[in-house]
């Protein structure tokens, strides 16, 4: 069974930091590219970043751009998105997921999802 489990949302106020983690299970975590994606209320869900399985290619939104960084470890499972800079139209979900595909970059090319963390910009 496949579990994706996200950590380290919050509240920050604009400019400030956060990283978040996402740790995968029952899946060979070094086959799989890993994205983060997001959800506001009202909103489709949309791209945020992705990274390939090996590490080696990575893509952004252009609103993460030069803000935010994804990364993984294979050793342990684990993908991490870091943002600076936060602004108030960051604020919400933020999903972790797998996928099969070389750089994904839409929700549909993601085989497996995390359940989300919230994450809260206040101006």
């Known amino acids: 069974q496949v579990q994706l489990v996200e950590s380290g949302g919050g509240l920050v106020q604009a400019g400030g930091s956060l990283r978040l983690s996402c740790t995968a299970s029952?899946?060979?975590?070094?086959?799989?590219?890993m994205g983060w994606l997001r959800q506001a209320p009202g909103n489709e869900r949309e791209f945020v970043a992705a990274?390939?399985?090996?590490?080696?290619?990575?893509s952004y939104a252009n609103s993460a751009k030069g803000r935010f960084t994804i990364s993984r470890d294979n050793a342990e499972n684990t993908v991490y998105l870091q943002m600076n800079s936060l602004k108030p139209e960051d604020t919400a979900v933020y999903y972790c997921?797998?996928?099969?595909?070389?750089?994904?970059?839409?929700?549909?090319?993601?085989?497996?999802w995390g359940q989300g963390t919230q994450v809260t910009v206040s101006s």
């Open positions: 997921a797998g996928s099969r595909s070389w750089v994904p970059t839409t929700s549909r090319e993601y085989d497996y």
């Open positions: 029952g899946l060979t975590f070094g086959y799989y590219a």
């Open positions: 990274i390939k399985w090996s590490g080696g290619g990575v």
